[in-house]
């Protein structure tokens, strides 16, 4: 078990430049999430896949945020045309979909907007 | 929807005394619960979960939580904290289809900062 591993782990980019982050989550899970966290807060869910099929997102992810996992297994959050609100860490979990498996989160992607 | 509210931001505390840190959720179905536990710059650290079963579940270091489902409480427990138990932990709720299958998203509350003093 080599644990949710995502990458890069900061960002630092300029207000309106595009950024991308992976995810690879533990190998045998098929449910895979993406969570936002800002300073002080608990993590906010974005959205969720099973397999390669995305079933729910949040209203928080606006139509500049897009998250895509091709083949079932790593999945890309990209966010286009970054604002100053943006700036988060941005956490991705794993879990096998079934009701006694937690999820298990990685280390997180801090982005940071100038 | 569901919601999770604790209730203190921020608790110091005394080497080997002990800690209460309180969560309270509201839904309208059924819920499973979960503390997680986050070291500063890293993911987050499934600490418990209560599913069903026995109301009080504990974890391998010494944290106990118990599931009083009149008072929609999941408090968090621990009878002698050590420096090391020094983190932020969170409170989250997922709920839970007929069947059992999780609807997926956990719902956290803010977080409270627990900090051990020697």
């Known amino acids: 078990d080599t644990g949710v591993s995502q990458n890069p782990r900061h960002k630092i980019t300029k207000r309106g430049q595009n950024v991308t982050f992976r995810c690879d989550p533990i190998?045998?899970?098929?449910?895979l999430y993406w969570y936002r966290q800002t300073l002080g807060q608990g993590p906010e869910f974005l959205t969720y896949?099973?397999?390669?099929?995305?079933?729910?997102k949040s209203r928080l992810l606006s139509d500049r945020f897009s998250a895509e996992r091709p083949k079932g297994s790593f999945s890309t959050l990209e966010i286009q045309r970054t604002e100053q609100g943006d700036s988060a860490m941005y956490l991705c979990?794993?879990?096998?979909?079934?009701?006694?498996?937690?999820?298990?989160f990685g280390d997180g992607t801090r982005l940071s907007i100038l | 929807a569901q919601s999770v509210t604790q209730l203190d931001s921020q608790v110091p505390v005394f080497e080997e005394a002990p800690v209460e840190l309180r969560c309270n959720y509201s839904?309208?179905?059924?819920?499973?619960l979960f503390w997680y536990v986050q070291y500063p710059n890293q993911g987050l650290q499934l600490l418990l979960k209560?599913?069903?079963?026995?109301?009080l579940v504990e974890s391998i270091n010494g944290f106990e939580a118990e599931f009083n489902k009149s008072q929609t409480s999941f408090h968090l427990r621990k009878p002698s904290v050590h420096i090391s138990d020094t983190a932020e932990y969170f409170c989250?709720?997922?709920?839970?289809?007929?069947?059992?299958?999780?609807?997926?998203?956990?719902?956290f509350g803010q977080g409270t900062i627990l900090t051990v003093h020697p």
């Open positions: 979990a794993s879990s096998q979909g079934q009701v006694s498996q937690p999820q298990h």
């Open positions: 190998s045998e899970h098929n449910r």
């Open positions: 896949f099973q397999n390669e099929a995305q079933l729910e």
């Open positions: 839904s309208s179905v059924s819920v499973y």
């Open positions: 209560y599913l069903s079963g026995s109301t």
């Open positions: 989250a709720v997922s709920r839970y289809r007929a069947g059992g299958t999780s609807y997926g998203k956990l719902t």
